[in-house]
C-alpha cells in the first residue's frame, strides 16, 4: 500500500488526502454508542435507553482519552520516519505499546470495578442503575481491545497510512449494527446486548488491522 510521504511535493493536496479518512474514522468509532442507542431504543425497554444513554458518556469519555494518546503516538513515529529513522520509530511503537498496555489495563479496571461509582457520579436513575452498571462493566471489560484498535491505528497513520484503520472501523461498525440486532432485537438482552456487539466489533477491528499489517509486510 503506497502511503503519503510529507517530505516531498505539495503538502495541501497529501493533508487532504491523509487528513479525511482519520476524521471519517473518529466519527464511525464515535458512532457506536448512538447506534446501541438505537437499536436499545427500537427494541429495548426505557431502562435500557436510560442505561445506553448514561453509560456510553463514560465509555466515550475514556475512548476519547485513549484516541488523544493514541494522536501523540502518531506524530512521534510520522517525525522518525520522515527523518528516515526507522529503528528509532521502531523503539517508538514499542514504547507506545507499553504505554498503552498499562492505560488499557487501568481503564479496564477503573470500568469495571468502579462501574456502580461511575453510574452513581452520572447520576443513572434507580430503576436503570444495575443495567447502567452492566453496561459500564461489559463495555469497559473490552478496553483492552478498544486501546489496541487505537494503538495500531496511531502506528498506521505514522506511517502514512489513514486508510487502513478507516477500512478497520468501517467493518467493525457494520459488525457492530449487526450484533445489536442480534443482542438486542433476537436475544432480548437489552442494554447488555449492547455492550456485548460493541466489545465484538472492537475486537474485529483489531483482527482486521492485524491482517492487514500482516499482508503489509509481505
Known sequence: M???????????P???KFMLPVLFAMFLQAMYGAVDLLVVGRFGTTADVSAVSTGSQIITTLTNLIVSFSMGITVAVGQKIGQ???????Q?????????AVTGLV???????????????MQAPA??????SDYIRICG????????YNLLGSIFRGLGDSKTP????????LFNILGDLVFVAVFHLGASGAALATVMAQLISVIISFKMQHNRQK
Request: one cysteine or more; proline letters at 3%.
Open 84 to 90: 528516515k529513522r526507522p529503528k528509532d520509530a521502531a
Open 127 to 132: 430503576e436503570a442503575f444495575d443495567i447502567t
Open 166 to 173: 478507516l477500512i478497520a472501523v468501517g467493518i467493525a461498525c
Open 14 to 16: 497529501k493533508l487532504m
Open 92 to 100: 517508538t511503537i514499542g514504547t507506545g505499546i507499553m504505554i498503552f
Open 107 to 121: 481503564f479496564t479496571l477503573i470500568s469495571v470495578i468502579g462501574a456502580p461509582g461511575l453510574a452513581g457520579i
Open 2 to 12: 503506497k502511503n503519503n510521504d510529507f517530505t516531498s511535493g505539495a503538502i495541501l
Open 141 to 148: 471489560g473490552g478496553f483492552i481491545v478498544i486501546t489496541a
